[in-house]
């Protein structure tokens, strides 16, 4: 199979110019890579002047990142790591991963491979990874993040998430469970947690520090905190035409926090009644008139919305499919579409931690 790395590529510079914040003129150079901007005088999903390829935060450091990132949930070992390598030839840079995922030592290798041989460098790669639910003590926050920059073999993250505002018994077992299937939590507060967090940025492990499924009073709880140092850059949330998060995407995005949209296409593991979003009719007759492949056409949804998205394949022809999707737009009615399709329907529960007291998905948003 020959993979087209012409469109990714393009992407990729324009974004390593920008982080390097060489000189260039963004529009006339995004305009000749054949990628989509807003018509004189539109605003697309954010601020006045945002280039569309690229979501931004605005609190202590003004920030950005890549708006098309890889996603590695679910990615297999043995296969991740050439995932990887074949998306960096493409010209993904914005790379999303987890402590939880159990795959980061092989997407390290594959992050080491590449910059070893000159396919890319340190700084054009924008990698996320995420604090998992049983280190929230403070003293386990830091020895995390570093196991999670070894295995990576980075010296430093670009943004460090806190998976779950919900702290888990510390200890191996990633999920400890009592006797009827619950979740046994630590008496932690994610207030405190952040706290440890906020050291990683001042010792220079992250760059910058956000959060992960966490609701609208709970990012008020934080905002809030007495003495916060940095406030979060990012919430990471499930979102797709069957769940929209029309309340808190806006919400986030007044508050100068970006937002990344995790499961894109709905369930990866599909279970007996569960919606299949990749077969609606109504998104398969828009990626028709647009000829283009129901994922394409979800994945633009995300990018209009000023949403950073991360959806995750193993194969080739689905990662470089995934990357075209600069070249066309969603008109208005088609968004309107998208968004009419909500069933508030969410794929990513964790139904055995529905007593946490912190469990984020009971708030109507």
């Not at 003129?25 to 697309?44: I, M, N, Q, T, V």
């Not at 998306?87 to 491979?113: M, P």
């Not at 949209?261 to 398969?284: M, Q, S, V």
């Not at 998205?309 to 022809?317: A, F, L, Q, R």
Request: aromatic share 10%; net charge neutral; with cysteine.
């Amino acid at each position: 199979m020959i993979l087209d790395l012409r469109a990714g590529r393009k992407a990729a510079a324009l974004w390593l110019a920008r982080r390097r914040s060489e000189s260039f003129d963004g529009k006339e150079a995004f305009e000749r890579s054949g990628h989509c901007l807003p018509s004189p005088g539109e605003k697309k999903g954010g601020e006045e002047g945002r280039e569309p390829w690229l979501a931004s935060w605005s609190w202590d450091t003004k920030g950005e990142m890549p708006l098309l990132g890889l996603g590695t949930w679910q990615a297999a070992l043995g296969k991740v790591g050439d995932a990887v390598k074949v998306a960096i030839d493409l010209g993904y840079r914005h790379f999303d991963c987890a402590r939880f995922y159990r795959n980061e030592e092989e997407i390290g290798d594959a992050f080491r491979q590449k910059i070893r041989e000159g396919a890319v460098k340190r700084e054009e790669l924008f990698v996320v990874t995420k604090l998992w639910c049983n280190s929230h003590e403070k003293p386990l926050v830091k020895k995390s993040c570093q196991d999670s920059l070894a295995d990576l073999k980075l010296d430093y993250l670009d943004l460090y998430l806190m998976h779950f505002p919900m702290g888990f018994k510390p200890g191996e077992d990633l999920s400890p469970k009592d006797e009827e299937g619950m979740v046994i939590p630590d008496n932690t507060d994610f207030l405190d947690t952040w706290e440890a967090m906020e050291e990683l940025v001042d010792c220079g492990l992250v760059k910058a520090i956000g959060i992960s499924n966490f609701n609208h009073d709970q990012i008020e709880r934080l905002l809030s905190k007495p003495g916060l140092k940095y406030k979060p850059v990012n919430n990471q949330i499930e979102c797709h035409p069957y769940l929209t998060q029309e309340k808190l995407i806006p919400y986030c995005q007044s508050k100068g926090i970006a937002v990344t949209a995790y499961r894109p296409f709905g369930a990866h593991t599909l279970k007996p009644g569960d919606p299949i979003l990749l077969e609606d009719p109504h998104i398969k007759q828009i990626a028709a008139r647009h000829q283009k492949t129901v994922a394409q056409v979800l994945i633009r949804f995300h990018i209009q919305r000023n949403v950073a998205v991360i959806p995750k394949s193993e194969k080739p022809y689905r990662l470089e499919e995934n990357f075209k999707v600069f070249d066309f737009e969603l008109t208005k009615k088609e968004m309107e579409t998208l968004l009419s399709l909500n069933k508030n329907w969410r794929d990513c529960a964790m139904a055995h931690c529905v007593n946490h007291k912190d469990y984020p998905f009971k708030a109507d948003y």
